[in-house]
């Protein structure tokens, strides 16, 4: 039975990949396209779960997206009460005895993983042997637990847990969350209810004690997280306690109503888990701004800076799901692209200002990026020896990739421009001429530029962009040939010019190139996967010839 309850957990996770393999660039676009309103964001929820098939998998999702200040608290736990009913509709469908069509689906998902050579039906086949496996799990635990009808210690502890049905949630509570899935554990109750080993009662509250089971690994996934996104999945497990404290006494009397149908007990406890989950659904959605509130005074807001030297939502229990395992390194990017920012606008202030204090704690950021650097890319690293797709490959090197890039830039500007600053500058107090502050101000503000929109470009993918980054690199080569050749011509007219303030002015303008460079290379794998790199390039080779 274990072999069999672990065979249903592995074919869980091959239909939550293949789906994410496929199709999980437009399931996050979904997801996120359809917060607008609570009514939007639960059918949203449940439609992503019903493909998902994981509760959990939809919640850690959702908590990213509420991390990035994309959605509000309110329709957030709006979408896990969709996702909780999601994830009954699957259960109702796996109910039915479909263990006959097992092998098939494991052999032809088998053949499209093995034999295709396209990305999309190698993660269809996965899918389907995951759904076969599924099948065929079920049907392994069904023959397993027969024999359980005839062991009096089985019966006996069963029947003691009918007389104390708090324990039984508990109980079940437990191996839910050990499993992390609801879903499982439901179907694990539903096929041992089959064998009449369970009484109707226990099988009941089992399934309540899941669904509290099942929202405990997203709530304990993002105590490390954000405010944000740890207020969702502690909403939704404050819905499901306060649900199943509600239907606890009641589950005798539910119990001798269904009973009284004449369907299976496999599928009252299926019709029970999803009347449970519907009846919650109804009772909250109309509380959600109140419980939106209650968890904001539970998880108060972060104080900002207080984590900034840190990276928070490096979650490896992610891995599960890579699509939030990929959100989860990119919003730590992202953070780090903020303060490799702050270190690019302090440098420019502590020249202008002379401002050595600013200089020198600037230089001590470049030790929080590389600190951040190294635990991103410890986590991505970790996160490619997992299963992945070809999309999440490939989307995994681009985020280490501009995570090298914001690192490279970051001594750039620690161990090159500072050190300049510092030795030149600050400590001889010269003066820049006007025309050198205006070529490097003129320099300065279009990397500014480029900083905020390769951020965009990275998170979006979005092509417009990624041409415009680029039309902008090649505008700052421009200005940059500009800046040198007005520098020489400074030089020859004057010849007091100080040598020491000469060198540095180059130096900046050099360093300057390079960070540009670094900034705008986020654009070149998203310009050439869309065919538009070489088109590019070749109009902009014909514009400096003409020029």
């Not at 635990?375 to 501009?402: A, H, M, W």
């Amino acid at each position: 039975m274990i072999g069999g309850v672990a065979l249903l957990l592995f074919g869980l996770r091959m239909v939550r990949i293949g789906i994410t393999d496929a199709w999980g660039s437009e399931v996050r676009s979904a997801l996120g396209a359809s917060l607008s309103n609570r009514f939007k964001a639960f059918f949203a929820g449940l439609g992503v779960t019903v493909l998902l098939q994981s509760s959990s998998a939809t919640a850690l999702l959702t908590s990213s997206f509420s991390g990035q200040g994309i959605i509000n608290t309110a329709p957030a736990l709006a979408v896990l009460l969709g996702a909780d009913v999601g994830t009954t509709l699957v259960t109702q469908i796996l109910t039915f005895d479909l263990s006959a069509i097992s092998p098939l689906m494991i052999a032809a998902g088998m053949g499209m993983f093995t034999y295709s050579d396209s990305g999309r039906t190698r993660d269809i086949g996965r899918l389907v042997l995951g759904i076969g496996m599924m099948l065929l799990s079920l049907k392994l635990i069904l023959d397993a637990s027969t024999p359980m009808r005839d062991s009096e210690i089985v019966l006996g502890i069963f029947a003691s847990l009918s007389n104390d049905l708090v324990l039984a949630v508990i109980f079940a509570a437990i191996i839910a969350w050990m499993a992390h899935s609801s879903l499982a554990t439901v179907l694990l109750i539903i096929t041992l209810a089959s064998t009449e080993v369970l009484d109707i009662t226990v099988a009941f509250a089992f399934v309540l004690g899941a669904n509290i089971g099942g929202a405990i690994p997203p709530f304990i996934a993002t105590l490390g997280a954000s405010s944000a996104a740890r207020q969702p999945p502690l909403g939704n497990l404050i819905f499901r306690v306060c649900g199943v404290l509600i239907a606890i006494p009641m589950v005798g009397m539910i119990a001798g109503w269904m009973t009284q149908f004449d369907v299976s007990s496999a599928r009252q406890i299926a019709n029970f888990h999803m009347l449970f989950n519907i009846a919650l659904a109804l009772m909250f959605l109309p509380l959600i701004n109140r419980m939106a509130a209650l968890t904001m005074r539970l998880v108060p807001e972060d104080d900002e800076e207080s984590d900034d030297s840190r990276p928070m939502h490096l979650d490896k229990s992610a891995f599960e799901t890579p699509l939030v395992a990929l959100v989860n390194a990119e919003r730590e990017v992202l953070r780090m692209g903020e303060i490799v920012e702050r270190m690019f606008r302090n440098t420019f202030i502590a020249l202008k200002k002379n401002d050595v204090e600013l200089a020198k704690s600037t230089r001590k950021m470049d030790q929080v990026t590389n600190h951040f650097y190294d635990e991103v890319k410890f986590y991505l690293t970790s996160l490619s020896r997992e299963p992945l797709g070809e999309k999440e490959s490939i989307r995994c090197n681009e985020i280490l990739s501009f995570a090298t890039n914001l690192e490279h830039i970051g001594d750039i500007i620690s161990v090159d421009m500072i050190d300049n600053i510092l030795r030149k500058k600050l400590v001889t107090r010269s003066k820049m001429s006007l025309q050198d502050r205006e070529d490097i101000n003129n320099l300065y503000q279009p990397v500014l530029l480029s900083f905020h929109l390769s951020l965009s470009v990275f998170t979006s993918g979005d092509i417009g962009m990624a041409r415009q980054l680029l039309a902008k690199k090649y505008k700052f080569i421009k200005l940059e040939k500009q800046a040198v050749v007005n520098h020489l011509t400074k030089l020859r007219e004057d010849v007091t010019y100080d040598s020491r303030l000469s060198a540095m002015q180059l130096d900046v303008i050099r360093d300057l190139k390079r960070i540009n460079s670094h900034l705008t290379a986020v654009a070149y794998p998203i310009l050439e996967a869309a065919g538009h790199l070489r088109s590019r390039l070749r109009s902009s080779d014909t514009t400096e010839t003409n020029a």
